[in-house]
RNA sequence: GGCGACGUGGCCGAGUGGCUAGGCAAGGGUCUGCAAAACCCUGUACGCGGGUUCGAAUCCCGCCGUCGCCUCCA
C-alpha cells in the first residue's frame, strides 16, 4: 500500500514498523461545542483507513485523543455556568454520537487529556533537564530554535514565519516563536499542581505524551486535519523528538478541510453546518458516501445539492440490497476486489474504488435481469462497501401510523402490509384506482412499493 | 510577504504519458396495468498560452483564477 506522507510531500509506501500491526494517532477534536460537518470528515477519512488496514491484514491500533481543557471549554464554562467538565461531557457525547452515525469505529483508545497530566508533566521536565524548554513565571515554553528539525512538515522557515504581527509576542517568552508547553493558572480554572506551581497544560504537549504513552516512539501514522500541520503537528514534532531524541511518527496523513460556501467550515468563526443536524437531514451514509466521493486530501464543498446527490446515488446502493443477499461473503469475485485493492492500495482513492463497486452493481443487476447467477458479485459489492464503512442495509422503520390512510380509503387494514396486500387484491381485480390510491397514501408517509417478479417490496425512503 | 494545494463534460468528482472512471441530473428505448427498481443507448470534457514527446487532462515554463496554512481549528 501507498499512502502520502506530509512529511516527504509525496506518495510512498507504507511499511510498518510491524509486520501484522499498524499503530496510529489521530487529532481528536476539542470539546468545547458541537461537531460540525468538517469533523465527520475527517473521523470518516481515517475510519476507511482503519477499515482498509484491517482487510488487507494488518491489526490497527487506534487512538484518537480527546481535547477537554482549553481556553474555549473555560470560557463556554463560564458564559453557561456550567463546570469545563460537563462542558466537555456533554460535547463529547455529542460527537460520540455523529461518529457513531456516520458508522465510525470507535477507536480503540479514547484517551483524555486531563486524565493524561502526569505523562505531560514528566515529558516537560525532560525537556527542562535538556535544556529546550524553560520556566517563566510558571509558565512552561519551548524553545524553538533550540531544535534543529523545526519546520520539516510544514516547510515553513523560521525567519519567514510572520512573527511580528500573527504569533503574540509574550513577555514570558524569550522568543516570539516559542510556545507553551505548560500555562500557569489563572483564578478559576481548572489547574494542576507541578513542580512550576499550579497549572494547566498547553494544547500540543498532550498529543505528544498520549501518543507516546500509548502507541511509543516511533509509531506508524499520525493523522489529523491539514489545518494542523502548523503549527500544533510541527510543534508535537519538535517536543516529542526533542525529548526522546528519536522519530516521533514516521507516516503524516492529513484530510482537507470541508469548505462552506468556498470557505473552510471553522468552529471559532461560526462558518459551519452541524454534524447533527446535517445526520437528520439526510440518510447518514449519504453523508458517509458525500465525503467519500471526493480524495481525503483535497478540499470539499459543501452543498445541498451535493447532499442530495449522494443521497440519490446512496439510493442506487439501497435498491441494490433490496434484491440481493447481504449474507454473502466469501466467494467474492476476484476481480472486482483486485481493482477496488488497486485503488485503495494508491493512497486510499476511494473515489476510484467506488467506480469499481458501481460497476459491479450494474453487472450484478444485469445478470439478475438476465435470471442469472450473480453471486459472486454480490458478495464482492458487501465485502468492499464493509470496507468503506457503508452499510445499506434496510434501516429499521419506526411504525408506521396507517390507520388514517385505511379509514380514508376504506381499507381494513391495520399495517403497511395489510395495505399492500390489499393493494394487490385491487390490482387482481383491475381496480387500479383503489390500488394506486393505496400507493399513493403510502407514497405521502415515505414508503415507496416496487412491484417485482417475486412479489411486492416495499421500504421508507 | 512566505509556504502549499487546486482548476476536468449540466452538476459532483476519479485520473501520477497512449487503453470511453463512476455518480447525480437530462433525453431516447426495454420491462411494467401505471409506477418503482433495473437494464440498454445518447452526451467526447480536461482554465489560458507556449514547450517536451510519435503521442499530454497527465511532464516542463509562463499567465489567470480559486482555496488553505502562517492565530484557536478536523
Known amino acids: 500500500m501507498q499512502i502520502y506522507n506530509t512529511l516527504e510531500r509525496a506518495v510512498v509506501p507504507f511499511v510498518p514498523n510491524d509486520p501484522e500491526r499498524v499503530t496510529v494517532y489521530l487529532c481528536g477534536p476539542t470539546v468545547q461545542s458541537e461537531p460540525h460537518l468538517g469533523h465527520g470528515r475527517s473521523a470518516v477519512a481515517?475510519?476507511?483507513?482503519?477499515?482498509?488496514?484491517?482487510w488487507i491484514g494488518y491489526s490497527v491500533v487506534f487512538v484518537r485523543n480527546v481535547t477537554d481543557v482549553d481556553d474555549k471549554i473555560i470560557l463556554r464554562a463560564n458564559e453557561s455556568g456550567q463546570t469545563t467538565a460537563e462542558v466537555a461531557s456533554a460535547a463529547f457525547d455529542a460527537f460520540t454520537r455523529g461518529y457513531d452515525k456516520l458508522g465510525n469505529w470507535r477507536p480503540t483508545l479514547e484517551p483524555r487529556a486531563t486524565e493524561n497530566i502526569d505523562e505531560m508533566i514528566a515529558m516537560i521536565e525532560k525537556l527542562i533537564d535538556?535544556?529546550?524548554?524553560?520556566?517563566?513565571?510558571?509558565?512552561?515554553?519551548?524553545?524553538?530554535?533550540?531544535?534543529?528539525?523545526?519546520?520539516?512538515?510544514?516547510?515553513?522557515?523560521?525567519?519567514?514565519?510572520r512573527t511580528g504581527d500573527r504569533v503574540e509576542p509574550g513577555a514570558q517568552k524569550h522568543d516570539a516563536l516559542d510556545f507553551a508547553l505548560w500555562k500557569a493558572a489563572k483564578p478559576g480554572e481548572p489547574q494542576w499542581e507541578s513542580p512550576w506551581g499550579a497549572g494547566r497544560p498547553g494544547w500540543h504537549?498532550?498529543?505528544?505524551?498520549?501518543?507516546?504513552?500509548y502507541l511509543g516512539d516511533g509509531f506508524d501514522i499520525h493523522g489529523g486535519g491539514t489545518d494542523l500541520i502548523f503549527p500544533h503537528h510541527e510543534n508535537e514534532i519538535?517536543?516529542?523528538?526533542?525529548?526522546?531524541?528519536?522519530?516521533?511518527?514516521?507516516?503524516?496523513?492529513?484530510n482537507g478541510m470541508l469548505n462552506l460556501l468556498g470557505e473552510k467550515m471553522s468552529k471559532s468563526t461560526g462558518h459551519f453546518i452541524t454534524l447533527l443536524e446535517s445526520l437528520e437531514e439526510w440518510d447518514p451514509m449519504a453523508v458517509r458516501l458525500f465525503y467519500l466521493r471526493t480524495h481525503y486530501r483535497k478540499p470539499l464543498d459543501f452543498s445541498r445539492s451535493a447532499l442530495d446527490d449522494a443521497e440519490s446515488s446512496l439510493g442506487?446502493?439501497?435498491?441494490?440490497?433490496?434484491?440481493?443477499?447481504?449474507?454473502?461473503?466469501?466467494?467474492?469475485?476476484?476481480?472486482?476486489?483486485?481493482?477496488?485493492?488497486?485503488?485503495?492500495?494508491?493512497?486510499?482513492?476511494?473515489?476510484g474504488a467506488l467506480s469499481v463497486i458501481f460497476e459491479a452493481v450494474r453487472a450484478a443487476n444485469a445478470k439478475l435481469d438476465a435470471g442469472e447467477d450473480a453471486d459472486d458479485l454480490v458478495a464482492a459489492v458487501n465485502e468492499t462497501l464493509a470496507v468503506l464503512g457503508l452499510d445499506i442495509d434496510d434501516r429499521t422503520v419506526d411504525?408506521?401510523?396507517?390507520?388514517?390512510?385505511?379509514?380514508?380509503?376504506?381499507?381494513?387494514?391495520?399495517?403497511?402490509?395489510?395495505?399492500?396486500?390489499?393493494?394487490?387484491?385491487?390490482?387482481?381485480?383491475?381496480?387500479?384506482?383503489?390500488?394506486?390510491?393505496?400507493?399513493?397514501?403510502?407514497?405521502?408517509?415515505?414508503?415507496?412499493?416496487?412491484?417485482?417478479?417475486?412479489?411486492?417490496?416495499?421500504?421508507?425512503?
Open 46 to 54: 481515517f475510519d476507511v483507513l482503519w477499515r482498509y488496514l484491517e
Open 130 to 161: 535538556r535544556g529546550v524548554a524553560y520556566e517563566s513565571d510558571g509558565d512552561v515554553y519551548f524553545s524553538v530554535r533550540s531544535f534543529e528539525g523545526y519546520g520539516k512538515l510544514s516547510r515553513h522557515d523560521l525567519d519567514d514565519l
Open 205 to 213: 504537549i498532550e498529543c505528544s505524551a498520549m501518543a507516546v504513552r
Open 238 to 254: 519538535a517536543q516529542s523528538e526533542a525529548a526522546s531524541g528519536t522519530t516521533f511518527a514516521r507516516y503524516w496523513m492529513h
Open 316 to 351: 442506487r446502493l439501497r435498491a441494490f440490497r433490496r434484491r440481493t443477499s447481504p449474507a454473502l461473503g466469501p466467494k467474492a469475485e476476484v476481480g472486482v476486489l483486485e481493482e477496488f485493492r488497486a485503488h485503495m492500495d494508491n493512497d486510499l482513492d476511494v473515489a
Open 399 to 461: 411504525d408506521v401510523d396507517i390507520s388514517d390512510l385505511a379509514a380514508d380509503l376504506g381499507v381494513p387494514a391495520s399495517s403497511v402490509d395489510g395495505l399492500v396486500a390489499a393493494r394487490n387484491t385491487a390490482r387482481d381485480d383491475r381496480d387500479f384506482e383503489l390500488a394506486d390510491a393505496i400507493r399513493d397514501g403510502l407514497a405521502a408517509l415515505h414508503i415507496t412499493i416496487e412491484d417485482t417478479a417475486d412479489g411486492t417490496r416495499w421500504h421508507r425512503d
